[in-house]
Structure formats: C-alpha cells, structure tokens
C-alpha cells in the first residue's frame, strides 16, 4: 500500500517565527506530536512535542519558552519519505532511524503529510506496526548505558 493512502493529511506546520506557545496550542487543536517547519512549503525541520519540553522548558524555564522561536529548538534533519512509497518500505525507515513519525513529502519536496506508526497500524498492519515499534524500541534499549 502506498504511503498517500494512509498519511494523515493535511499538512499542519509552523515557520521557523512561530512561537512555542503558538506551536504548542496548534498540537493541542490538532492532537498532534509533531508539526514540520516550513520555509515556501519546502520542510526545513521538524518539531516535536518532546522537542518543546527538552529543548525549551527544561532549558529555559516556562516563563521564557513560551516565547522562544521554534526555529531556535527544531531538528534540522527531517527524516522523511515519499508520497509514492511503499508503506511497509517507510515502516523499515522507521525501525532504522528510530522515529515514530515520518514526514512525507513529493518527489519535488513538498510536504505532503506526516505518516505514524498509528497510522501504519489503522490502516496497513497492525503486525507491521507493532514489529516497528519493537525495532524502535529494541534499538533505543541497546543505546542505553547500563
């Protein structure tokens, strides 16, 4: 199945300007963990809801996050698959990088959408989606120091 198929879509992002607040209460109205970060439509980094409380809250206190500009706390490398992809390939990537979401963009890289782990399981395999999880969470268990 193709990854279009079973991406949740539309894209819900922010810019490198907005603020965490604004960032924050755009997850919440959307019941979303992540948003891309868009400069032209063209994604140039992601932010998560981990991202906001490690980054900005545990580093600067609540007071002064709310303001920070998301450009100031994103990931800049956006793991990232395609609209035309094969779902179970972009589950592999998952495992691989240890991510439980994925950015998708189309072959000119636009974003097109944002496929989960959730969405692989409601809409692929819930077997595919558990072995995703498990390579996900096997890998992060392994990094640990003892």
Same mark, same amino acid.
């Given at each position: 199945?193709?990854? *279009?198929? +079973?991406?949740?879509?539309? +894209?819900?992002?922010v810019?490198?300007?907005?603020?965490? *607040?604004?960032? /924050?209460?755009?997850? *919440?109205?959307?019941?979303?963990?992540?948003?891309?970060?868009?400069?032209?439509?063209r994604?140039?980094?992601?932010?998560?809801? *981990?991202?906001? +409380?490690?980054?900005?809250?545990?580093a600067?206190?609540?007071?002064? /996050?709310?303001?920070?500009?998301?450009?100031?706390?994103?990931?800049?490398?956006?793991i990232?698959?395609?609209?035309?992809?094969?779902? /179970?390939?972009?589950? /592999?990537?998952?495992?691989?990088?240890?991510?439980?979401?994925?950015?998708?963009?189309?072959?000119?890289?636009?974003?097109?959408?944002? %496929?989960?782990?959730?969405?692989?399981?409601?809409?692929?395999?819930?077997? %595919?989606?558990?072995?995703?999880?498990?390579?996900?969470?096997e890998?992060?268990?392994?990094?640990?120091?003892?």
């Amino acid at each position: 199945m193709l990854v *279009r198929k +079973v991406m949740s879509s539309p +894209v819900i992002s922010v810019t490198s300007e907005t603020t965490i *607040r604004d960032a /924050a209460e755009r997850m *919440r109205e959307n019941d979303v963990g992540a948003l891309p970060v868009l400069q032209d439509g063209r994604p140039i980094g992601i932010v998560t809801d *981990r991202d906001i +409380v490690m980054r900005a809250l545990a580093a600067t206190g609540f007071a002064l /996050a709310l303001d920070t500009r998301i450009g100031d706390i994103i990931t800049r490398k956006v793991i990232s698959c395609f609209v035309d992809q094969d779902a /179970a390939d972009a589950a /592999a990537l998952m495992g691989e990088k240890r991510i439980r979401r994925l950015l998708v963009i189309d072959r000119s890289g636009a974003a097109s959408g944002i %496929l989960s782990i959730g969405d692989i399981a409601e809409h692929v395999s819930e077997e %595919l989606a558990g072995q995703t999880l498990g390579e996900i969470c096997e890998a992060r268990a392994r990094d640990m120091p003892d």
